[in-house]
Structures are given as structure tokens and as C-alpha cells.
Nanobody, 128 residues
């Protein structure tokens, strides 16, 4: 099992920045990739970004490309999401997710079903 704990959410004005953290514990060596999803009120949980642990290859949703950066500190088993130029439409609960290594390396990065473990989420609110 892998446990994920997010932190770093909050309230900022449009144009501001936030950095989210996701600390993984438990059987972290079994994680192949970690990602961020977000869910606004009344909407589906959508893909934001993913990073592959070993190669550090990153993937982003079109809506955040150029504004958000996902990174990892493998020694700390922590993934970060640096969010810049924030917009009111970025307001959502942000969830960290991990994909188990045993599931293989070929997967649809934007699909919730491809991830095995989820954090509890952290609220991000952007005021206009």
C-alpha cells in the first residue's frame, strides 16, 4: 500500500502562485508514476499533470501547460506541483495519485482508472 498526503493548498488572487506537495509513504518503491488531478464543484475529476518516477518524464493537461510544473524529489518520495499565473478556473480540490509499478509502464496518463492510490485532496481557491 501507498499512502499519499497533500499539502500547500490555499486562497490566492488571480495571477498568483502556489506550490502543492504530495508526500508518499508505505510501499513507495512500488510506485511507477505520480500525478495530480483536480475536481471543481459539480464537475468530474480531471487530469492535471503526471511524472514518471525513474525517468522524470512529465505530462500536462493542455489547460495548465506553461503555467504548472510537476517535479519530484525521489529521495523524499515527494511530488510537487508548482502553479503560476493562477486563474479563477483553477479553483478546485487537488488530488495526488500514484500508479503501482506492477501495472506496467504503458498507460493513459490522463485516466483516473490508471492510478491505484489517492490522497485526500487539498483545496485551492483563486479569487478574481
Amino acid at each position: 500500500q501507498v499512502q499519499l498526503v497533500e499539502s500547500g493548498g490555499g486562497l490566492v488572487q488571480a495571477g498568483g502562485s502556489l506550490r502543492l506537495s504530495c508526500a508518499a509513504s508505505g510501499r513507495t518503491l512500488s510506485s511507477y508514476a505520480m500525478g495530480w488531478f483536480r475536481q471543481a464543484p459539480g464537475k468530474e475529476r480531471d487530469f492535471v499533470a503526471t511524472i514518471i518516477w525513474k525517468s522524470r518524464t512529465t505530462y500536462y493537461a493542455d489547460s495548465v501547460k506553461g503555467r504548472f510544473t510537476i517535479s519530484s524529489d525521489n529521495a523524499k518520495n515527494t511530488v510537487y506541483l508548482q502553479m503560476n499565473s493562477l486563474k479563477p478556473e483553477d479553483t478546485a480540490v487537488y488530488y495526488c495519485a500514484a500508479r503501482g509499478d506492477s501495472r506496467g509502464s504503458v498507460f493513459v496518463v490522463g485516466s483516473r482508472a490508471e492510478y491505484d492510490y489517492w490522497g485526500q485532496g487539498t483545496q485551492v481557491t483563486i479569487s478574481s
